[in-house]
Each structure stands twice: as structure tokens, then as C-alpha cells.
Nanobody, 116 residues
Framework: VQLQASGGGLVQPGGSLRLTCATS????????TGWFRQAPGKEREGVSC????????FYADSVKGRLTISRDNAKNTVYLQMNSLKPEDTAAYYC??????????WGQGTQVTVSS
């Protein structure tokens, strides 16, 4: 099982990025998949997730209206479209896959830096 996160980078405030989490050995529609982030000196926090069975989507209050999670089951990929980025969005972003009675899988982080 492998989760490969990519798409991070340096962007100015108000800019956009799209993060990609490519999965292998895990089919996104069989697992709840989501994005977490961790800024220096802070705990890892949940950003958004999409459930496996009914595709319900959840967002942290701090990102509602600016970030959009989606998945492409045919490509085994989960995306996080990030718009109207703010400096406080700066963090390492991690994707995660989980399912009842299954191990929890994490991808490596991809760094997002929002700065002028």
C-alpha cells in the first residue's frame, strides 16, 4: 500500500494549488480518504475527508469555501483543490486512508507555503 502526495509549492496569498494523492493497493472508494496538515510547532489537524461508501464530504471550518476535496476512483486518486490561500494555510499536507478494521495509511507530506 502506498499513498503518494504531490502538488505542494510556494504560492502568493490568494493563489491556488491542487494537491494530489495517488494511491496504490488502496481503492479510494473502499476507504475514507482525507487530508491533514501540520504547521511547525503545531499538532496535525484534519482539513477535509471524503467517506468511502456514500462519499460524504467534511471540511474544517477554517477551509470551508476555499478548499475542495474530490476523488477519481478510476485513477485511485484523491485531490485537494486549494483556492484563496492564506498564509495560515502554510503547512505540510498529508493524505490518509482508513477503513474499519483496516490499518491506517499515510502518505508522505507535501509542503504548501503561502507567502508574498
Amino acid at each position: 500500500v502506498q499513498l503518494q502526495a504531490s502538488g505542494g509549492g510556494l504560492v502568493q496569498p490568494g493563489g491556488s494549488l491542487r494537491l494530489t494523492c495517488a494511491t496504490s493497493g488502496v481503492t479510494p472508494d473502499h476507504y475514507a480518504t482525507g487530508w491533514f496538515r501540520q504547521a511547525p510547532g503545531k499538532e496535525r489537524e484534519g482539513v477535509s475527508c471524503i467517506t468511502n461508501d456514500d462519499g460524504m464530504i467534511f471540511y474544517a471550518d477554517s477551509v470551508k469555501g476555499r478548499l475542495t476535496i474530490s476523488r477519481d476512483n478510476a485513477k485511485n486518486t484523491v485531490y485537494l483543490q486549494m483556492n484563496s490561500l492564506k498564509p495560515e494555510d502554510t503547512a505540510a499536507y498529508y493524505c490518509k486512508a482508513s477503513a474499519p478494521l483496516k490499518p491506517i495509511y499515510w502518505g508522505q507530506g507535501t509542503q504548501v507555503t503561502v507567502s508574498s
